[in-house]
């Protein structure tokens, strides 16, 4: 009976230390305080930050408890580009999906060769020539549906405000032929792509950014080394 109650003792100690240190860990997030800071105001930043980023809101641990942050980027065309490559591919330069799309930004093999690339491999060990493809995709894309965005820029079709930022990240998705497509159809053609991702949700979720940095061009020159 003694060794009963002792060994009850010692399991109710056990129980309650694990309870305690569990009871922690869950509370830990409640207890962590961040503040959102904008770069340019951050007074020991080690690197020079270019003008550029300087509008990019990061958390700022207020105690030493929080071990990760990610940045929370603002709807300038820098936002705009980072939501697009982590909706694609989580930001992965390397990434080949499985139906033959590439980089970052997933470019099929047509969008590359309109752009002047035909090194796949070459492209993809690339983040600069990346970087450089989407930025001359978007001026044109822009340039493509140039005249439907005089237009149709805030209005509202099949329930789906259109903005320059939604229809150039929809264009990405598909191609503008597929945005003109849904305009000219009063909203009832919506493409889908190979995973079934429609048309209508990059027009919502990236809708609004400022893209205005972007000059529509039909004349891209990308140096492909």
Same mark, same amino acid.
């Given at each position: 009976m003694r060794l009963?109650?002792? &060994? $009850?003792?010692?399991?109710? &100690?056990?129980f309650f230390s694990l309870w305690i240190n569990v009871k922690s860990i869950f509370d830990? =997030? *409640? /207890? =962590? /305080?961040? %503040?959102?800071?904008?770069? &340019? /105001?951050?007074? &020991?930043?080690?690197?020079?930050? %270019? /003008? *550029?980023?300087a509008n990019m809101l990061v958390l700022i641990p207020k105690n030493d408890k929080l071990k990760c942050l990610s940045p929370i980027l603002t709807k300038d065309f820098v936002g705009f580009k =980072? $939501?697009?490559g982590f909706r694609e591919s989580s930001g992965k330069y390397d990434n080949v999906s499985k139906f033959g799309y590439f980089g970052k930004y997933q470019f099929g093999k047509c969008a590359m060769s309109d752009l002047g690339i035909y090194d796949a491999e070459a492209f993809l060990k690339s983040a600069k020539l990346q970087e450089e493809a989407f930025v001359a995709l978007c001026s044109l894309n822009k340039y493509k549906l140039r005249n439907y965005l005089a237009i149709y820029d805030g209005k509202t079709i099949n329930g789906i405000e259109l903005t320059e930022s939604g229809m150039l990240a929809a264009s990405h998705l598909l191609g503008p032929g597929a945005v003109i497509a849904f305009i000219k159809s009063d909203g009832k053609n919506v493409g889908k792509d190979g995973l079934g991702t429609s048309l209508l949700e990059y027009l919502e979720v990236f809708k609004d950014y400022d893209t205005s940095v972007i000059t529509a061009s039909s004349k891209i020159t990308l140096r492909v080394s």
């Open positions: 009963l109650l002792i &060994s $009850a003792v010692t399991f109710g &100690s056990v830990t =997030e *409640k /207890e =962590e /305080e961040t %503040d959102l800071v904008i770069v &340019s /105001e951050i007074s &020991s930043r080690p690197v020079h930050i %270019d /003008e *550029k980023y =980072e $939501a697009i």
